[in-house]
């Protein structure tokens, strides 16, 4: 009996006596229809041993089968109505004789943008390569890049991502018979061949400015976003209905917590940004300075018309070094000067103190996004979730209440992370700035830390480095004659959750794709599973000449890297610094790694975005190219 479900459409490209489509035809029955196809002649291929048994069967079955069917040209052969294909294979592309990668790679990367016109958004197209032609780590051997037909790469090139690996196995298509060895009627040997199944990326999209609106001391005003934060603006993710592995956690937090104390959600919004850096430790370059603008009143029913995303000012680079901001402003806006994005939620404590009731032996809850300028690493967060628990205690008991966090804290998270190998533990003791890593610790000056949280990343490491997660410590009421104090513990949400999930990439928490936040559908914290294995990397070399090197700003530098690349380097790694004995200046040489977690990225785009990434550092940092 025929299923009742639409059925899947198969294509096959690239048959040789066509075995592999008759066994996939007889595996999969009725629910798929089959259309193979090869490049070669009817009268060509039935000259195969057993090609003409195997057509005749697909026809028998309902299939279609085509001849002189080039793979480059799908769009061409196939009318739109009946394109829309599910699964496209290609089983061992080859150009046939002695044709070298180079020419293997083009024949791959046509291949690939002739599968985009006709499959699918949700479809898959599978290519089985011999061992080591793939060029990924899966190989076995591998092997070296440059030798390799870069299948991931060439892949890129259409939008497609590599979704899975495995062995190339025959059990969905029993019978099947290689064949085509050098364009010949003999087989070759496909021991430790791998079939790579491609989906579509979701596009790598250039940013562009975002202006968000704010009350500050009555007025309304508006500030611009830092553009590649402009998809981290909004999301929802702490939301009640997100199943976002970060929320999960400070659920988790929250259920823990709650068994020692009574706990309640501070409902006050908190703004993105605040005014008055003098009450915080961050080092300036730390912050993400925005600049802010009075709106015209004869214009606020044009800002009326879109709350979210309004008309915004210049893009580029207002403020690296804050000699330029708002002066584009001046004939539309008023330009009041600059803020800062939050970079902790602490910096909003007397805030709270001043406006909310805080009762006693009672937990205040407090999380969103908070941002902070760092150097490039797939575990440096420039934007994270950050969870804030708060106490009112009696003055002379805050030592008791924090120990109670400490063991509140580790008893919550350790059975969370030792299923990943890691331990959370508190520490009075201050660390080699080396082993903090990735989480500034820095704190508002009225904040007295007691203890910092630390993950220790490898237990069985005769000298484990350490991760710093969070911190605990307490700020002294004002005025001191009241006799309390105030006990907190600060966690990044998003450092927990990578490591209770097995998340390499911090940018995989921000990514739009579906298939990361479907893992979490039911607000676990399984091990995640990347959807996009092996993407390819780009390496280039960006040197330069600074006149004064104790004044060229490294966070700064990284912060252009990201903006320019839109978040696609994953590594800037000093490679040389020297001062010739002739001159004054220092020469610096960064090598830089471009690579996605979750986008197709291609050499093209990461060539071009190293282009403007020249350009940009000549203009903002002032130094000049060798």
Not at 159 to 185: E, M, V
Not at 240 to 249: I, L, Q
Not at 532 to 543: G, K, Q
Not at 555 to 567: D, P
Request: glycine share 6%; proline share 6%; net charge neutral.
């Amino acid at each position: 009996m025929r299923s009742l479900h639409p059925q899947k459409r198969f294509l096959l490209v690239g048959e040789g006596n066509f075995s592999f489509s008759a066994g996939l035809c007889e595996a999969k029955g009725y629910e798929t229809h089959i259309i193979a196809t090869c490049y070669e002649s009817e009268d060509d291929v039935s000259r195969q041993e057993f090609a003409k048994t195997n057509i005749q069967y697909l026809r028998d079955r309902g299939a279609e089968v085509h001849f002189c069917v080039d793979c480059l040209k799908l769009k061409e052969l196939f009318l739109p109505a009946d394109r829309g294909f599910d699964r496209i294979y290609f089983n061992f592309p080859h150009c046939g004789r002695k044709a070298g990668v180079k020419k293997n790679r083009e024949l791959l990367a046509r291949f690939f943008c002739s599968c985009a016109e006709v499959l699918t958004e949700k479809g898959e197209v599978h290519v089985a390569l011999c061992r080591g032609q793939g060029g990924t780590p899966a190989d076995q051997p591998r092997r070296e890049w440059h030798n390799s037909w870069q299948v991931v790469a060439m892949a890129a090139e259409a939008g497609f991502i590599l979704n899975n690996i495995h062995p190339f196995s025959t059990r969905d298509a029993g019978g099947y018979k290689c064949t085509g060895y050098r364009s010949q009627d003999k087989s070759f040997c496909v021991e430790g061949a791998l079939n790579h199944i491609f989906t579509r990326s979701l596009p790598l999209l250039l940013p562009r400015p975002l202006t968000c609106q704010t009350e500050l001391e009555g007025r309304r005003v508006s500030f611009q976003v830092p553009e590649i934060f402009r998809e981290k603006i909004n999301r929802g993710f702490l939301d009640v209905n997100s199943k976002h592995p970060a929320r999960t956690v400070n659920e988790k937090l929250l259920e823990g917590l709650g068994k020692s104390l009574p706990i309640l959600k501070a409902n006050r919004p908190l703004s993105l940004v605040f005014e008055d850096s003098s009450n915080s430790s961050f080092p300036l370059d730390a912050l993400w300075t925005v600049p802010v603008a009075e709106r015209n009143p004869d214009l606020e029913s044009v800002a009326e018309t879109n709350t979210r995303e309004t008309e915004t000012f210049p893009s580029g680079f207002p403020g690296w070094d804050g000699t330029d901001q708002g002066s584009s402003l001046k004939n539309r806006d008023r330009f009041l000067g600059q803020l800062y994005l939050r970079p902790s939620l602490l910096v909003f404590l007397p805030t709270v103190m001043q406006e909310t009731e805080l009762p006693s032996e009672t937990l205040i809850a407090l999380s969103g996004p908070v941002f902070r300028k760092c150097k490039i690493s797939p575990c440096a967060l420039p934007v994270f979730h950050e969870a804030l628990f708060i106490c009112v205690v009696d003055k002379g008991s805050e030592d008791t209440r924090m120990q109670l966090f400490v063991e509140s804290l580790t008893g919550t998270l350790n059975p969370l992370l030792k299923a990943r190998g890691f331990q959370l533990g508190c520490t009075t003791d201050e660390p080699d700035p080396a082993e903090l890593g990735t989480f500034i610790t820095s704190e508002p000056r009225l904040c007295r830390r007691k203890y910092l949280i630390a993950l220790t990343l490898d237990a069985s490491d005769p000298e484990p480095k350490s991760c710093c997660v969070g911190s605990i410590g307490f700020v002294p009421w004002r005025p001191k004659s009241i006799g309390r104090e105030i006990v907190y513990a600060s966690l990044n949400l998003d450092l927990l959750a990578m490591y209770a999930c097995g998340i390499r990439d911090w940018r995989m928490l921000w990514t739009s794709d579906e298939r990361f936040l479907n893992q979490f559908s039911a607000g676990n914290l399984d091990g995640f599973k990347s959807f996009s294995l092996h993407p390819p990397s780009y390496v280039h070399d960006l040197s330069f000449w600074v006149l004064e090197p104790e004044g060229f700003n490294e966070v700064q530098f990284h912060a252009i890297v990201r903006h320019v690349c839109c978040e696609s380097v994953v590594s800037v790694r000093l490679l040389d610094r020297f001062q010739p004995p002739e001159t004054a200046r220092t020469g610096l040489c960064y090598r830089l790694t471009y690579q996605s977690c979750d986008k197709a990225l291609t050499g093209q785009q990461a060539a071009a975005m190293q282009l403007k990434l020249r350009k940009e550092v000549v203009r903002s940092l002032r130094v000049t190219l060798r």
